[in-house]
Nanobody, 117 residues
Framework: QVQLVESGGGLVQAGGSLRLSCAASRTPFSINKMGWYRQAPGMQRELVADINRGGSTNYADSVKGRFTISRDNAKNTVYLQMNSLKPGDTAVYYC???????????WGQGTQVTVSS
């Protein structure tokens, strides 16, 4: 089965930066959309940003101008550069990958991002 390994989470002060990475392995077919979601305590999981194979991106309004999503197709890796972090960004961040030929989406294990004030 497809495996996603996330890294880069941690504890940072407000105004700081973190860079999340998600590497996909065991992927026999092409990956279309890759994205990042987050879930805070008591909240539903929400889209943060995604990017398709051609480079088109979507961002949640709350992170526009602060976060940047990118991908390296050769490495099957997606990144999320998070700048000007706010306490409201505190959540578990999950990577998601869509593989159309498998008719399925796959999730990473989640990485905790905590922003202190």
């Amino acid at each position: 089965q497809v495996q996603l390994v996330e890294s880069g989470g941690g504890l940072v002060q407000a105004g700081g930066s973190l860079r999340l990475s998600c590497a996909a392995s065991r992927t026999p077919f092409s990956i279309n959309k890759m994205g990042w979601y987050r879930q805070a305590p008591g909240m539903q999981r929400e889209l943060v940003a995604d990017i398709n194979r051609g480079g088109s991106t979507n961002y949640a309004d709350s992170v526009k101008g602060r976060f940047t999503i990118s991908r390296d197709n050769a490495k099957n890796t997606v990144y999320l550069q998070m700048n000007s972090l706010k306490p409201g960004d505190t959540a578990v961040y999950y990577c998601k990958v869509e593989i159309p030929l498998l008719s399925n989406s796959y999730w990473g294990q989640g990485t905790q991002v905590t922003v202190s004030s």
